[in-house]
């Protein structure tokens, strides 16, 4: 149980466009998903906290209306980089908790998202 | 300033050796401490996770030790493999917010 799954695994795209990245919870709904970025050799850093229904909240210097993200159901979130740049290039991961964290709110990751900007 | 200090930043050991990780936190108010295991170009997979009220944890050839009064975390593993190379990381769950807090990792090469 609490598996958490991510579309696409990698993705290479144009400068200019946009990609969307799929995080779905497999076996639980997940009250809560998280949004972080990776870069090589680097810990995980916290872009923005979605919940279902609402508005994601967003960290310190992410721009909101460069990485949009909605939550829309209680298995889906998204992630859709817009107008892509190279600088965007890095690994996307989601996680999140719901019925199945327990008393520990334990945030289950997925395998995370390559992205490429050409 | 909550942070999670992991030493040391890399490590490499022979296979079948036994090895320690180091885990220092700031953070505060603390809820649990969990580490981590993060293949490369894979998403972080949950070793043990532990309250301030728990001491010791085991999973399999994994075992953590938390102490809260010195913050200082550990992770043990033992009889290692080829396949335990990875970065481990040391996270911490901030009280306020539910937000983690991650340590850098520390680089585990095990060598044939």
């Known amino acids: 149980g609490a598996v958490v799954s991510q579309h696409p695994s990698r993705v290479i795209c144009k400068s200019g466009t946009s990609v969307k990245i799929e995080c779905r919870s497999l076996?639980?709904?997940?009250?809560?998903m998280f949004w972080y970025r990776q870069f090589p050799k680097k810990s995980l850093m916290l872009m923005a906290t979605?919940?279902?229904?609402?508005?994601?909240?967003?960290e310190q210097g992410v721009e909101k209306d460069k990485f949009l993200i909605n939550h829309a159901s209680l298995t889906l979130s998204t992630l859709t980089v817009t107008s892509a740049h190279p600088e965007d290039s890095s690994f996307y991961i989601c996680s999140a908790n719901g019925g199945a964290s327990g008393r520990y709110n334990e945030q289950f990751f997925g395998p995370g998202t390559r992205l490429t900007v050409l | 300033k909550n942070q999670v200090e992991q030493s040391p930043q890399s490590l490499i050991i022979l296979e079948g050796k036994n090895c320690t990780l180091q885990c220092n936190y700031t953070v505060s108010p603390f809820s649990n401490l969990r580490w981590y295991k993060q293949d490369t170009g894979r998403g972080p997979v949950s070793l043990t996770i532990?309250?301030?009220?728990?001491n010791t944890k085991s999973n399999g050839r994994y075992t953590a030790t938390l102490d809260a009064d010195t913050k200082q975390s550990s992770l043990h593993i033992t009889a290692s493999q080829l396949s335990d190379s990875a970065s481990y990381i040391c996270?911490?769950?901030?009280?306020?917010?539910?937000?983690?807090?991650f340590g850098q990792g520390t680089e585990l090469s095990v060598k044939p």
């Open positions: 979605s919940n279902e229904g609402s508005k994601a909240t967003y």
């Open positions: 076996d639980f709904q997940a009250t809560t």
């Open positions: 996270v911490v769950l901030y009280n306020q917010g539910g937000k983690l807090i």
């Open positions: 532990m309250t301030f009220s728990e």
